[in-house]
């Protein structure tokens, strides 16, 4: 794995599927949280977020242990209304991307530079343009 385009002080935030393979200790995932603790990184995710991560066959001990590690910042008013601006610049529908847009609020509201992991790199630059990296996991 090459180095992030992220630098120190920056953050580094997690969509569903970066959450979920984090609770699962997938290698790549593992390997960024390594480096955004070596860089002084904060790692988020949405609370939105959560919703989509949670399902009945989670591994909830290790669920809580994961978000126990990071920061889950709370979907507020002004985060929703940045939400809802994003989609209205990117011509998205809010019932398909709501929650990456309020994940995409939230990184964007987080000191940068700002990393995104995600299995739709597609839709999260769409919603965050040149503010966030990308990157697929």
């Known amino acids: 794995m090459s180095r992030s385009p992220a630098a120190p002080g920056g953050t580094l935030a997690l969509d569903s599927e970066g ?3 984090a609770v699962l200790r997938d290698r790549a995932v593992t390997a960024w949280l390594a480096l955004a603790r070596a ?3 904060r790692v988020i995710t949405s609370a939105a977020t959560l919703v989509e991560v949670v399902h009945p066959r989670i591994n909830r001990p290790a669920l809580e242990w994961t ?3 990071l920061i889950v910042e ?3 008013e002004p985060i929703a209304r ?3 601006g994003l989609l209205a610049d990117t011509g ?8 990456d847009a309020m994940l995409s609020a939230t990184a964007l509201a987080a000191p940068g530079p700002i990393t995104i992991l995600t299995s739709d790199p597609e839709d999260l630059t769409a919603l965050c ?3 966030a990296t990308a990157i697929k996991v």
């Not at 998205?92 to 709501?98: F, I, P, Q, T």
């Open 67 to 69: 978000l126990s590690r």
């Open 19 to 21: 959450l979920a393979k």
């Open 92 to 99: 998205l529908h809010g019932h398909k991307y709501a929650i």
């Open 39 to 41: 860089d002084d990184l």
């Open 74 to 76: 709370p979907v507020t």
């Open 82 to 84: 940045r939400a809802a």
């Open 129 to 131: 343009g040149a503010h």
